[in-house]
């Protein structure tokens, strides 16, 4: 089994690290047609992507098909997303070690996001509160991984303030974190002005900005609601004059999502994570328009 590139060896080269991220379906009939999605992003050759884990059950395991299956059958290096949620120490250990032998090097290690129906994260027993205890607990295991942490350029809706919330970085990050992807952002101020607070703290790891094109405005809102992102007012004005012609909103989202890559690899972001929305069209216009 071919083993995969370190995503820290691919950071260091010269060129922007170009990575999408794709979340598995909600049921198995639909993995073909995200498999169809993923081989014409593989076209564009990103360096990289990665497949979302769900809070539990079937989801899961279909996070694990995909991530196997753009593997094995489209041939890209995948990234798999992994969280601490409703798994004991045991059943965590376990999913690693088969993350491992099945030859994956990077995983991007999260607390994750409470199942549908609960409102507040919950630790399982015998299990871990926070990003960082797993992130210690897969180094210690397999010191050779690479781990991926999330950052919040407008900080974790859960944190306190962005004190406690960068405090709470630079813990994960000691633990053994090799990168930094970022929550979505719409402002790239949001990503220089956290890059400087981050480096304040003492973390020298590369922080990767997380971009989303938006392509609906409904889903948009919600989303950012959710991850407490803000929807610059004349970003959400061009949309809303739009609203009704799913094109134009798509046209307009994907000219946003261009604009901020443009600026962010001229001003020295060491590539970017395209929060794909499993649609090959604007992952590929965006990949493309980032190595212009
Ligand atoms: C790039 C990216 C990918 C993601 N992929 C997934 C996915 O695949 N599946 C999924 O379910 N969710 C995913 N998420 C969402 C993520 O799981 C949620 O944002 C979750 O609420 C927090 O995860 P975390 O790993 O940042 O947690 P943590 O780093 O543990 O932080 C959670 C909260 O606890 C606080 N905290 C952390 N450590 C400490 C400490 N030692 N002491 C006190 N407070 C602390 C933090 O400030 C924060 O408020 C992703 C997010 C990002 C940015």
Not at 61 to 78: F, Y
Not at 135 to 163: N, T
Not at 165 to 181: E, H, R, V, Y
Not at 236 to 253: C, F, K, T, Y
């Amino acid at each position: 089994m071919p083993q995969q590139q370190l995503i820290t060896d691919l950071l260091s080269r010269k060129q922007p690290l170009l990575s999408v991220e794709f979340f598995p379906p909600k049921s198995a009939e639909s993995v073909d047609k995200l498999l169809k999605a993923a081989q014409v992003i593989s076209a564009s050759r990103p360096d990289f992507v990665s497949v979302t884990y769900g809070a539990g059950g079937s989801t899961r395991d279909l996070s694990a098909t995909v991530s196997k299956r753009m593997k094995d059958d489209v041939g890209l290096q995948v990234m798999p997303h992994f969280t601490c949620v409703g798994s004991t120490r045991e059943e965590l250990g376990e999913i690693v070690d088969e993350f491992y032998d099945e030859g994956y090097r990077n995983i991007m290690a999260l607390r994750g996001d409470p199942p549908q129906g609960q409102t507040a994260f919950q630790v399982t027993e015998g299990g871990f509160k926070y990003a960082s205890d797993l992130v210690a607990f897969i180094k210690e295991r397999h010191p050779d991984m690479c781990l991926g942490i999330a950052g919040y350029p407008e900080k974790h809706p859960e944190a306190a303030s962005i004190e406690s919330d960068l405090d709470a970085l630079k813990i994960k990050a000691d633990a053994g974190g090799s990168f930094i992807t970022t929550q979505l952002f719409y402002e790239n101020e949001a990503y220089f002005r956290f890059v400087d607070q981050v480096r304040a703290r003492g973390i020298d790891l590369p922080i990767i900005p997380g971009i989303m094109p938006v392509l609906s405005l409904k889903q948009i809102k919600r989303i950012t609601q959710l991850c407490h992102s803000e929807l610059p007012q004349e970003l959400e004005s061009q949309l809303s004059q739009v609203q009704n012609d799913p094109d134009a909103v798509r046209r307009i989202g994907v000219e946003w999502a261009r604009n901020q890559i443009g600026e962010l690899i001229e001003r020295g972001a060491p590539g970017v994570h395209i929060y794909a929305l499993n649609k090959a069209k604007s992952a590929v216009e965006l990949i493309n328009a980032a190595r212009a």
